[in-house]
């Protein structure tokens, strides 16, 4: 697959991101849905070393200085797909990089990525994450926990997971039953996966207004894996 020209334009229909979380030991309690998680220093060395991880890049050309925790914009252009955003707050990694988003039909790089991601760190629990909107609104979620079998949640209109939800919250130590209304872990109710996924990554997901943590930008080349993602899902 030819590698797309610089200055192409991403379709204004088209919209998405993806981000990796890596969380290592110790493990923290885990965190509520209504807690914040607290503000803890980013370390930008290990945050360039997080992304240099990645199959998807080959090497950073840009490293811009550490900026406030924001949700990432959804990307205009070639150039801005090769915009990879990183922190490492203590023994949390959360990286966000448009490479990795899938089309849930034949592409398949947050899943490689996932896979490659555990063997580097068998130890951790990981989640990766994409959405997107083309037109039909796709979203996966892939969460890796020590001690359990791997939760796999995907779909378009309607999701579904392979796996066992409760098994999953259970291994990280929260306690499905008294988490209320909007938990529904039989698959037959509503299912709050925000809540889900800022339990499962300390808050490392979530943003707030008045936001204390920082990360760090990049920009990157891409390596082949990543090259040829961002062909197929970006430029259909």
């Not at 949700?71 to 990879?84: I, K, N, Q, Y």
Request: charged share 25%.
């Amino acid at each position: 697959m030819s590698p797309v020209s610089p200055g192409t334009q991403v379709n204004p229909r088209h919209s998405g991101h993806a981000h990796l979380v890596i969380v290592r030991p110790p493990f923290a309690a885990p965190l509520q849905p209504n807690e914040r998680p607290s503000a803890t220093a980013l370390d930008p060395a290990a945050a360039t070393t997080a992304v240099l991880s990645l199959s998807s890049v080959s090497v950073i050309r840009r490293e811009y200085a550490p900026s406030r925790l924001e949700h990432p914009g959804s990307p205009a252009s070639r150039e801005e797909l090769d915009c990879v955003r990183a922190a490492v707050w203590g023994s949390t990694v959360k990286i966000s990089d448009p490479a990795l988003v899938e089309d849930g039909v034949l592409a398949s790089a947050l899943e490689d990525e996932f896979r490659a991601q555990k063997k580097q760190h068998p130890d951790a629990r990981i989640v990766a994450v994409c959405e997107r909107d083309f037109g039909a609104s796709y979203m996966k979620i892939l969460v890796a926990v020590p001690g359990t079998p791997d939760l796999m949640v995907e779909g378009f209109d309607e999701l579904e997971t392979t796996g066992d939800l409760r098994a999953t919250l259970a291994a990280v130590g929260i306690d499905p039953d008294r988490l209320g209304e909007g938990y529904d872990v039989s698959g037959e109710g509503f299912f709050d996966y925000d809540g889900f996924l800022h339990m499962l990554t300390g808050g490392a997901l979530s943003v707030y207004a008045d936001e204390e943590r920082f990360e760090s930008a990049f920009v990157v080349d891409r390596s082949e894996e990543g090259e040829e993602s961002i062909s197929e899902v970006w430029f259909p």
